[in-house]
């Protein structure tokens, strides 16, 4: 069965440390990824995305992630993390088409 | 701006009195979603429309219903909401696309109070 999980519920880093949210998939084809980010009372906002290619996908604020498929693992970094990224942060997975599976999601806290 | 637009922000509803949660898309996207999100929870699909066609997940209760007139709206409906639907409803849309695999676009949800 296809699942997304993010090991972590909350994380609270420094603002100017480095971040990184892990997230592991199973799945048993090639799987398409997306890493969203939600802030509080609003809706999705894409971060990034893999679909195939370079492993090292860049995406929106300062964003990346790497595709490591011999560990099934799609983690969201950043080198310099900014009071405004505190939010939840979700990994999802596309199956079947269209439909989305998302992870559990993690609460990032920027302490100042 | 081309986005999704989800009206109204936040509902207060009765229990047991029906609601109408409504969606719009300038993208012109053939899909359409609705999700549940509970607090601290991941969402929650609980139907989608690939143009006119309704599908429903195996899950999502009877009490809930959706209707698209057009390309452009989705309508959430939820016929008797009880304390447990009390939750952000988040709308999605994609293009589409047969035998492609798209990128989901939010609105920014409306958040659902049943007193």
């Known amino acids: 069965a296809q699942s997304v999980t993010q090991p972590d519920i909350h994380i609270t880093v420094s603002e100017g440390a480095s971040l990184e949210l892990r997230c592991n998939y199973s799945y048993g084809a090639t799987p398409y990824l997306f890493w969203y980010v939600q802030s509080p009372g609003q809706g999705l906002q894409l971060l990034l995305k893999y679909f195939s290619g370079d492993t090292l996908v860049q995406g929106i604020k300062g964003f990346e992630a790497e595709f490591k498929r011999s560990q099934s693992s799609f983690n969201l970094r950043k080198p310099s993390v900014h009071w405004s990224d505190a939010a939840e942060y979700f990994c999802a997975v596309i199956y079947n088409f269209n439909k989305f599976y998302f992870g559990s999601g993690t609460k990032l806290n920027v302490k100042p | 701006d081309a986005m999704v637009i989800q009206n109204p922000r936040y509902q207060v509803t009765q229990f047991g009195k029906p609601v109408t949660l409504s969606c719009s898309q300038t993208l012109n996207h053939n899909v359409m979603y609705w999700y549940q999100q509970k607090s601290s929870q991941a969402p929650k699909l609980l139907f989608h429309y690939y143009d006119k066609d309704f599908n429903n997940e195996a899950d999502t209760p009877d009490n809930f219903q959706s209707r698209r007139p057009n390309t452009s709206f989705c309508f959430l409906d939820i016929r008797s909401p009880g304390l447990g639907d009390a939750a952000m409803y988040l709308c999605?849309?994609?293009?589409?696309?047969?035998?492609?695999?798209?990128?989901?676009?939010f609105g920014p949800g409306t958040r659902l109070t049943v007193l």
């Open positions: 999605a849309t994609s293009r589409g696309q047969r035998g492609s695999t798209d990128t989901q676009y």
